[in-house]
């Protein structure tokens, strides 16, 4: 069983940056797509960036040319870096662990306020 979590989150300007790290705990993690998610208050939960095992990335429209995300497969870990922030980024963050189609497990999440 895979366990994430998150930290990075926090209170930035717009126009700032930040970067999220998920810290993953178990097995077999390079077998495993790791994404990260976010939540904004009365909306759904959407993707924001994806990477596969061998290291393919996609990447929600709205974060393209700004977000980018890595992965470090012998520290179990993935990061998240957000540049240029705008106000309509502020949500909660959620990294994901999948297995093809299936999900294994969320983080706890972590805050990104985006506010002057």
């Known amino acids: 069983q895979v366990q994430l979590v998150e930290s990075g989150g926090g209170l930035v300007q717009p126009g700032g940056s930040l970067r999220l790290s998920c810290a993953a705990s178990?097995?077999?993690?390079?077998?495993?797509?790791m994404g990260w998610y976010r939540q904004a208050p009365g909306k759904q939960r959407e993707l924001v960036a994806r990477i596969t095992q061998g290291g393919s990335t996609n990447y929600a429209d709205s974060v393209k040319g700004r977000f980018t995300i890595s992965r470090d497969n012998g520290k179990k870990a993935v990061y998240l870096q957000m540049n240029m922030l705008k106000p309509e980024d502020t949500a909660v963050y959620y990294c994901?662990?999948?297995?093809?189609?299936?999900?294994?497990?969320w983080g706890q999440g972590t805050q990104v306020t985006v506010s002057s």
């Open positions: 994901n662990a999948a297995l093809g189609t299936a999900t294994l497990s």
């Open positions: 178990g097995s077999f993690i390079s077998l495993y797509v």
